[in-house]
């Protein structure tokens, strides 16, 4: 069987971001995505209106019959939404502790609607030693330290082994990406900006990393991978609504010629 990548993730009923994010990434990047349901959002490619919480305990249910019964060879985290899911996960994960976890530390989306309340800020600090790499953009990095000079923020976050720092929110005509291991700088990708706005690039990327990662490649070749595949997502991106965001194309039509 194909590895697999068992993900923490909510439901956006646009399907640009969340599970169908995860699921779309990781199937097209070689993997096979097994889900567990965090949350139920009610959002557009325009903006999020409000999202309920799953059950700790019936999350907690999904992951340890899949984790029991399939080969999980990678766990990424989206998501989450409430210290009490990350409590929840981790205290599941602790019996399992040679998978990599890929933490993307969603806080909001992309169009600046909150995903989470307000105790998950800390209680992410509190597993960083358990996740093998955190993926935040500069401004989750910014958040989660609590501080606002980004080298400082990559040091405040340095107890998960790797950090992977996207820059897209960064001014500048290109986008620069740095892989951090315990806070040196060992990868850095610089890449053309492309125009508009995008709805689940940040869930693309960290789950076609996962889907790398499940299949064996080292952070740094996992890392570029992932690039190379999500930039190809965006850049045949849909646009389903002129004020909207645009929707990464993560799954080609087969050739049945
Ligand atoms: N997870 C869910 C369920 C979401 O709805 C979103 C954004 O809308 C995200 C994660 C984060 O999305 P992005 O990849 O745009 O940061």
């Not at 939404?81 to 409590?87: E, H, W």
């Not at 019996?95 to 600046?112: E, F, T």
């Not at 923020?153 to 990406?177: D, F, M, R």
Request: some cysteine.
């Amino acid at each position: 069987m194909r590895p697999v990548v068992l993900c923490f993730s909510g439901l956006d009923p646009s399907g640009g971001a969340g599970l169908q994010a995860d699921i779309e990434a990781i199937a097209s990047c070689g993997a096979h995505a097994a889900i567990v349901a965090t949350a139920l959002t009610i959002q557009d490619s325009q903006q999020v209106y409000g999202f309920e919480l799953v059950n700790p305990d019936l999350m907690r249910q999904q992951a340890e019959k899949v984790l029991a019964d399939l080969p999980v060879a990678a766990i990424k985290l989206g998501m989450l939404g409430s210290a009490q899911a990350v409590q929840t996960i981790f205290e599941v994960l602790a019996a399992y502790p040679h998978i990599p976890v890929i933490m993307d530390p969603v806080l909001a989306a992309n169009s600046g609607g909150k995903l989470a309340d307000d105790s998950l800020r800390e209680s992410i600090l509190n597993v960083l030693p358990r996740i093998r790499v955190l993926t935040p953009n500069s401004i989750e990095a910014r958040r989660l330290s609590a501080c606002n000079d980004l080298s400082t923020a990559v040091e405040l976050l340095n107890q998960a082994p790797y950090l992977w720092v996207k820059g897209g929110h960064e001014a500048g005509t290109h986008i620069i990406n740095t892989l951090y291991k315990n806070s040196c700088r060992i990868h850095e990708s610089v890449q053309p900006r492309l125009e508009g706005e995008y709805h689940g690039s940040g869930c693309t990327l960290a789950s076609a990393l996962a889907a790398f990662i499940a299949l064996g490649h080292d952070m740094a070749t996992a890392c570029q991978l992932a690039e190379k595949y999500t930039y190809h997502a965006l850049q045949h991106a849909d646009q389903p609504h002129q004020n909207g965001q645009r929707i990464p194309r993560r799954i080609f039509q087969p050739d049945l010629s």
